[in-house]
């Protein structure tokens, strides 16, 4: 079992940057990969950012590419997402989510078996 509790988000104007970070419990967290998700209001929960369990490998959504970084740190159990240029656009509930799978890099939500409670980010033009 794995509990996600994602922290950092808030109010921000365009173009400027934030911080999530995704407190997570439990021994197995060194085993899977981490993912972000955000759900914009109206619309479906869409894949933003996924990191293997090593930090080997990531993924990334084209809409965030070279703007978002996905890290992790697996000695504090801790999953990162950098978010610098933020558009209004990328206003959202961010959801932090684990998948047991440690080499799988899915960016599709029903690959994730944990989910944090999410956290808003609001861009302002």
């Known amino acids: 079992q794995v509990q996600l509790v994602e922290s950092g988000g808030g109010l921000v104007q365009a173009g400027g940057s934030l911080r999530l970070s995704c407190a997570a419990s439990?021994?197995?967290?060194?085993?899977?990969?981490m993912g972000w998700f955000r759900q914009p209001p109206g619309k479906e929960r869409e894949f933003v950012a996924a990191?293997?369990?090593?930090?080997?490998?990531?993924n990334y959504a084209n809409s965030v590419k070279d703007r978002f970084t996905i890290s992790r740190d697996n000695v504090k159990n801790m999953v990162y997402l950098q978010m610098n240029s933020l558009k209004p656009e990328d206003t959202a509930v961010y959801y932090c989510?684990?998948?047991?799978?440690?080499?799988?890099?899915?960016?599709?939500?029903?690959?994730?078996?944990?989910w944090g409670q999410g956290t808003q980010v609001t861009v302002s033009s």
């Open positions: 989510a684990a998948d047991s799978r440690p080499l799988r890099l899915s960016s599709r939500y029903t690959s994730y078996d944990y």
């Open positions: 990191i293997t369990w090593n930090s080997g490998n990531t």
């Open positions: 439990g021994r197995t967290f060194v085993t899977y990969t």
